[in-house]
């Protein structure tokens, strides 16, 4: 059974083109979630400060645990944070739509693993070639500062968009 989970991690990585063996690591061992664009929407942003479009998508147990407002979060949880830079719709200016691909973020809980970081893993893979973000696993203390003003919410800034 050893290889079952090389298995799905390749399955996984399948709709990017990319296998398993040439998953993007971030530095702190978090590997791309390769079938991220599969998952579901739970809530979109945008940065000012980035001037980005933002996705929050999350896999089933994140969208679970979401919807019914849990909190903390249930370990297996991942969100995932896709952003765009942007531009004006050519053909209906007052539109803001995504242009370049920037990055995608993840949130990975696992209490025992992640203790020292709220519960929370962090991963952040950069550009068309997802470069891991980071020198060393030291950058995640970067993404749990900046997540500490909502630690009453599991360290979690996105809700539930809810819709009728």
Same mark, same amino acid.
């Given at each position: %059974?050893?290889?079952?989970?090389? %298995?799905?991690? !390749? ?5 990017? +083109?990319? =296998? !398993? /063996? ?5 530095? &702190? ?13 739970? /809530?979109? =942003?945008? @940065?000012?400060?980035? &001037?980005?479009?933002? *996705? #929050?998508?999350? &896999? ?5 645990? %979401?919807?019914?407002? *849990? ?5 297996? !949880?991942?969100? !995932?944070?896709?952003?765009?830079? #942007? ?9 803001? #739509?995504?242009? =370049? $691909? /920037? ?20 991963? @952040?893979?950069?550009? &068309? =070639? ?7 696993? +030291?950058? #995640?203390?970067?993404? $749990? ?6 630690? +009453?919410?599991?360290?979690? $800034?996105?809700?539930? /968009?809810? *819709?009728?």
């Amino acid at each position: %059974m050893k290889w079952f989970p090389m %298995m799905l991690l !390749a399955l996984a990585l399948a709709p990017l +083109g990319v =296998s !398993a /063996a040439d998953a993007p690591v971030a530095p &702190n061992g978090i590997a791309l979630f390769g079938d991220y664009r599969s998952w579901e929407v739970i /809530a979109p =942003s945008y @940065r000012e400060d980035k &001037n980005h479009i933002r *996705v #929050v998508l999350g &896999n089933p147990a994140a969208v679970k645990a %979401m919807r019914a407002k *849990v909190r903390p979060m249930p370990d297996g !949880a991942v969100l !995932a944070k896709v952003a765009w830079t #942007v531009r004006k719709h050519p053909d209906f200016p007052v539109a803001t #739509v995504p242009d =370049s $691909f /920037a990055q995608v973020e993840f949130m990975v809980k696992d209490t025992a693993k992640y203790k020292d970081t709220g519960g929370w893993g962090f991963a @952040r893979f950069v550009g &068309n =070639s997802y470069k891991p973000y980071g020198k060393d696993a +030291g950058f #995640v203390m970067e993404c $749990f500062g900046c997540h500490t003003p909502v630690k +009453g919410n599991d360290y979690l $800034f996105t809700g539930y /968009a809810q *819709v009728p």
